[in-house]
């Protein structure tokens, strides 16, 4: 592996410190987190459940860093009742995801690309487990954007309430509601 390699791939990832995630774009949240953001906080999610749960935890952690990686080529793309904003499927979005992830993970270890294969096949317990999680860490940010920017943002805590189903998080996720 050469020096260079390395600083691409940093820069690669540093995009994802610019890019604001769309549906707070979308909803006029003002300074919305980027996508970089979004992910440090499901990371440490991942991390601090990831025993509670008893699942691979190093697996958990590894979806919740590259999930997003994929953005740094197609951006922050939303898919609302299966279709992308931009009129791809939902197929579509995934499979450009995937292959920016294997394009950037080439010179690594094929292990990242198989995780992401399994995060997106959602197979795994560990994969239904950080889908879980996404979405709680969504409708928490969510919240947090009602409280400071006086913002109705139902529909995301709704789509959360929707994809969660563990009893823990689903606890969380309606306290929040409080």
Known sequence: MKSTDIINFAKIVGKLKKIKRTG?????????ESVAEHSFRLIVLAMTLGDYFEVDKEKLIKMAIIHDLGETSTGDL???????????????????????ISELFQEFSPD????????????????????????????MQAKEYEE??????????????HHITDPLLKEILHKLSE
């Open 112 to 139: 990242y690309k198989n995780i992401f294969r399994e995060m997106i096949e959602r197979k795994s317990k560990e994969a239904l487990l950080f889908w879980q999680l996404d979405k709680l860490e969504m409708a």
């Open 24 to 32: 707070w774009v979308r909803e006029g949240v003002v300074e919305p």
């Open 78 to 100: 939303v898919v609302e009742r299966g279709i992308v904003v931009n009129d791809l499927n939902k197929r579509d979005k995934e499979q450009r995801e995937e292959k920016a």
């Open 148 to 161: 400071e920017q006086d913002k109705v943002l139902t529909e995301f805590i709704e789509n959360a309430d």
